[in-house]
């Protein structure tokens, strides 16, 4: 530690992880440097406390960018990269399970998920609404007709006023579409609510 004259000083210098009086978690950087009486004991600190998550969520993506790229460029087949690249984001966002689905004809099956269970993948793993001799069913300009969160999302039906989903219409949940306590018109198609369990 550094020394000022005969009394050696010290000074708390740390990032710490606390919760706010509304209960959500935030990242502080904590200073401090104590006030000393004559005979070099602390009597009482000073500091500050500054918040810095959003500071702390942007090193946390630039590292997942970095680790993803690197998946990217070195890929032993695509289908390995994707689906290490789906390990990589369960891990570091916290969620159950995520898939990437992918247009295959005319259907947009999984082609890689970490965290679904083999009976959800064999119910789930098509969007596409099928006739009753097994056809595709198609809307009136010709486009396939997709069923539940998904197939709004890929077909980009997504309604902008509904808080499930972000402006430029990803989905950001797994909760259905409308819910008592958010009367918004559900417009999904064959809405099936599965995900949810």
């Not at 600190?45 to 090193?59: N, P, R, S, V, Y």
């Not at 970095?66 to 390990?87: R, V």
């Not at 793993?125 to 097994?134: D, W």
Request: glycine content about 8%; hydrophobic content about 35%; some cysteine.
């Amino acid at each position: 530690m550094p020394a000022e004259g005969d009394k050696a000083w010290c000074y708390i210098f740390t990032e710490v992880r606390l919760r706010r009086a509304d209960g959500v978690y935030r990242w502080w950087l904590v200073r401090g440097v104590p006030s000393l009486n004559a005979a070099g004991k602390i009597i009482k600190w000073f500091g500050t406390c500054t918040d810095i998550d959003d500071l702390k969520q942007a090193e946390r993506r630039q590292t997942l960018s970095t680790e993803i790229l690197g998946i990217l460029n070195n890929p032993p087949s695509m289908d390995k990269a994707i689906s290490k690249i789906i390990t990589t984001l369960k891990r570091e966002t916290g969620f159950d399970a995520i898939g990437v689905r992918l247009q295959r004809g005319d259907d947009f099956p999984y082609i890689a998920q970490d965290g679904f269970s083999k009976e959800f993948i064999l119910a789930e793993n098509s969007l596409a609404v099928r006739t009753q001799n097994g056809g595709v069913c198609v809307d009136k300009d010709g486009n396939v007709c997709l069923e539940c969160t998904c197939g709004m999302v890929i077909s980009g039906k997504t309604n902008p006023t509904n808080p499930i989903f972000t402006p430029k219409g990803s989905c950001w949940t797994n909760e259905s579409c409308a819910r008592p306590d958010r009367p918004i018109e559900d417009t999904r198609l064959h809405p099936r609510d599965r995900c949810r369990t």
